[in-house]
C-alpha cells in the first residue's frame, strides 16, 4: 500500500516548522542582544546601557540631593583618522583612546561610546568645578595618543571637543541632561 500526502498538506507542514524555527532564532539573538551590555571594542558601556546607568544616577541624585556631572567627549577628527589609518587603525586608536580615559577617571565614574566618535562619562557626586579638573586631565592625555600600527608605535594628535554639564536637580531628566553636555561640546575648542 502506498500512502500517498496531500503535497499542500506537507508543504504548509514544512512551512510551518520554518516559519516556527525562524521566529524561534530571532527571538533567542534579539534576548541575547539585550543581555550585551559593554562594547567589545572599547570596554565602554554601549549606548542603551549608558542611558539605562545615567538615568539610574539622575535618580540617585535627585533623591539624595548630591552633585553630578557628565562629560561628553568627542573625537572632531574622527572622519581624518579613518581616511588615514583604514578601520583595523581607527579600531586601534579608539582602543587606546578608551585607556587614556579609563585611567584618567575614577572607577566610580561610568563610561559609554554612543557612537563611533562620541564618548559619553557619568561623573556621580562630582560638582561641575570637578569636572573641569578631569576635563583639564583628558584633554592632556587624549591631545597626543600612543598607538601600536603594526608593531609600530606612533603618535597620533587628536582633535577632541569635551562638552560638560552639572545636573540641575530640580528641571531635568537624564536625556535633557546628556543633550546639555552634547551642546556644550561643540563649543570647546579644546
Known amino acids: 500500500m502506498v500512502f500517498v500526502v496531500p503535497l499542500a498538506s506537507y508543504l504548509a507542514g514544512l512551512l510551518n516548522y520554518k516559519v516556527t524555527s525562524l521566529i524561534w532564532q530571532v527571538e533567542k539573538y534579539t534576548l541575547s542582544s539585550d543581555l ?6 572599547t570596554g565602554f558601556l554601549n549606548q542603551q546601557a ?3 546607568k545615567l538615568e539610574e544616577e539622575v535618580a540617585r541624585a535627585r533623591r539624595f540631593k548630591t552633585d553630578l556631572s557628565l562629560m561628553v567627549v568627542v573625537i572632531a577628527n574622527s572622519s581624518e583618522m579613518r581616511a588615514i589609518y583604514g578601520k583595523k587603525g581607527f579600531e586601534e586608536i579608539l582602543k587606546n583612546f578608551s ?8 572607577n566610580i565614574d561610568s563610561k559609554g561610546l554612543i557612537d563611533i566618535e562620541t564618548f559619553a562619562l557619568i561623573l556621580p557626586g562630582t560638582p561641575l568645578e570637578g569636572a ?3 576635563q583639564d586631565k583628558l584633554n592632556r592625555s587624549l591631545e597626543r595618543l600612543t598607538v601600536n600600527f603594526d608593531g609600530k608605535k606612533k603618535v597620533i594628535k587628536l582633535r577632541v571637543r569635551i562638552g560638560k554639564a552639572g545636573f540641575n536637580n530640580d528641571t531635568e531628566d ?6 546639555r553636555a552634547m551642546e556644550n561640546s561643540k563649543y570647546d575648542m579644546g
Open 36 to 41: 550585551i551590555t559593554i562594547d567589545e571594542l
Open 50 to 52: 549608558f542611558f539605562n
Open 99 to 106: 585607556s587614556a580615559i579609563d585611567s584618567t577617571i575614577r
Open 132 to 134: 573641569t579638573v578631569v
Open 174 to 179: 537624564s536625556l535633557a541632561f546628556y543633550d
